[in-house]
């Protein structure tokens, strides 16, 4: 049966209305919603640390619920550890009552991205460290580069020995992209 010409014009204005949405800036801010800007705005700009890394990590860690606590014990947006927490606390000088509020988003996001910031330092801004560093700790990532285990790149990605965090590291890079491509 062969489409009428009518049908095959409707036909091609809905695809072509489908390639538009799809493309649409619209579309793409549905599909990845960035929340708390308010809160990462500041945070990032007070500390120098790209908030679209931020958005990143706050959706793989908790996919933006506030609330989240792991099994471990990691809290709120950015899944900080109350050991983590309190050391950052301490050495960025932050109020001490912080610690009480690890759930509070703006307080999360303040901590977890003053800790990036710390990372940041530490593996002269190599994101690939610095990601692996936030999901492994510091230490493990420094002994893996130290013993050769692993060169801080992502072509080598497969010698991370943490097979989560090798996925961590992944699923953050691409989450990073979309966000650096949407809201650019």
Known sequence: MELSLNRKFTLLLLLLGLFYLLNSQAFWKAMY???YEEFVDQATQAYEVDPK???AIIQIESNFKQNRVSPKGATG??????????WA?????????????L????????????YLAFLERK????????ISAYNAGPGNVEKWIREGTWDASYQNLSDIPFGET???????????????????
Not at 89 to 97: F, G, K, R, S
Not at 103 to 114: A, H, L, M
Not at 174 to 182: E, M, R
């Open 33 to 35: 919603p960035i929340y």
């Open 77 to 86: 947006l950015m899944q900080i550890m109350p050991e983590t927490a309190a």
């Open 103 to 114: 759930d509070d988003p703006q307080v999360n996001i303040t901590i977890g991205t003053w």
């Open 123 to 130: 593996f002269h801004r190599n994101h690939y460290a610095v």
């Open 166 to 184: 090798r996925h961590y590291l992944q699923r953050v890079l691409y989450f990073y992209g979309k966000y650096q491509d949407i809201y650019n």
């Open 89 to 101: 606390i301490q050495q960025a000088q932050l109020p001490p009552e912080y610690l009480d509020f």
């Open 53 to 55: 890394l931020v958005y």
